[in-house]
């Protein structure tokens, strides 16, 4: 058998899991929703799921966003193939709304003040219940407070 050795900084894709999440927060200004799609993303409890998490930049507005808000919606998207995510992935900009840039149809969340996009088939909203920064990732971890599935 071949080993193949790759660069490690390359070696986090072997651990990507399958299809990333649409993290939706509040934006800074009135009226403004981001969404970010996150690959690394997983329960965080078991029986019941009532803990998430997800990792991401600190520095990206989802992070942000999360952190000063306190809140945010994991929307667990219909495949990993909508469009959604790529377009979303495309921007950062802490000014821009991709719900508007995009024209992404989406629906009020209902414990939460943030957007579900229409893209997704299950949503768990989640209050922040806290966060571990290692270098330049951070873990955030949430607690539901609303679960639901989109037909």
Known sequence: MKKNYIDLPEAYKFVTPGVPVLIGTKGKNPGQYNLAPIAWNCPLDYEP????????????????????????????????????IEKCGSVSDPEADKFKLFDIKSIPCEKIDALVPLC?????????????????AEIFMGRALAAYSLE
């Open 49 to 84: 799921v009532t803990k998430v998490l997800f990792v991401s930049d600190p520095a990206h507005q989802t992070a942000l966003n999360a952190k000063r808000e306190g809140r945010f919606a994991f929307c667990i998207p219909l495949s990993d193939s909508v469009p959604e």
């Open 120 to 136: 997704s088939k299950a949503v768990i909203e989640c209050e922040l219940i806290g966060t571990y920064r290692e270098e330049n």
